[in-house]
């Protein structure tokens, strides 16, 4: 028999999703587009406050606890940050929540909670894709929650003293720290299938702290209706 590698399937509804929220972010003139060929990756600088960054950083502090991961690696090292769940309905989070899926055009239930992080000197998130890998355990679940993640969403809370960048090493792109800036990208390719060139690492801290709260995107909607 022959061995014949899987290509990972296309999706019209994620492509679809991935040209929408596109051509939104094109038409916003908060926004600029990286100019990279492998991804469509966004930034809008200032898209918080300090006041709102300090407030988001305080729960943080408030909630944190050792990170996880959905796979179950042993290794250790591999996300050595303080995480925790921002909940959704809370004043200083909902109005934030909602700007971030406006500004993407996407629907609220779509996104998951947002996680908070923090990064003390030394810890990191190592490369990793923020889409889900359908042949791992845990897609039965994903598939019943929502689906596929599209887009991310990722804010700086704080400018850092050294380290901590947001690093794409296939697509080419290190991207500093810088307090209230956002950064978005479609982790899809235009045929909605999943694009392997998102790869992205949490550079370790090297001096400082770093705080920053993420917001991954599903296809479909994660609330239970
Ligand atoms: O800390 C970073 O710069 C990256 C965080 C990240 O990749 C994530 O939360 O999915
Ligand atoms: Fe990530």
């Not at 909670?113 to 030394?122: E, K, L």
């Not at 929502?146 to 697509?171: H, K, S, Y």
């Not at 209230?180 to 694009?195: F, I, Q, T």
Request: glycine share 8%.
């Amino acid at each position: 028999m022959f061995a014949r590698k899987q290509k990972p399937a296309t999706s019209p509804l994620r492509a679809e999703i991935g040209r929408q929220v596109a051509a939104r972010l094109d038409a916003d003139p908060r926004v600029e587009r990286a100019g990279l060929e492998a991804i469509q990756l966004y930034f809008h600088l200032d898209f918080l406050t300090g006041d709102q960054c300090d407030a988001l950083i305080a729960l943080i502090d408030a909630n944190r606890r050792p990170s996880t991961l959905l796979s179950d690696r042993a290794d250790t090292g591999f996300r050595t940050s303080e995480s925790c769940d921002m909940d959704r309905w809370s004043p200083d989070v909902r109005p934030i929540d909602e700007a971030i899926a406006d500004l993407l055009g996407l629907p609220h239930e779509n996104g998951e909670t947002m996680q908070g992080q923090r990064y003390a000197v030394g810890q990191q998130f190592r490369a990793h894709h923020d889409y889900f890998h359908e042949s791992e355990s845990y897609w039965a679940q994903m598939q019943a929650s929502g689906g596929q993640r599209t887009w991310t969403a990722m804010i700086f809370l704080n400018d850092v003293e050294e380290g901590g960048a947001t690093w794409f090493p296939q697509a080419g792109a290190r991207v500093a720290p810088r307090r209230g800036m956002l950064l978005a990208w479609n982790n899809m390719k235009p045929d909605g299938s999943p694009n392997e060139l998102t790869l992205h690492e949490g550079m370790p801290v090297a001096e400082g702290v770093k705080y920053i709260v993420t917001k991954w995107f599903r296809e479909g909607s994660w609330l239970k209706r």
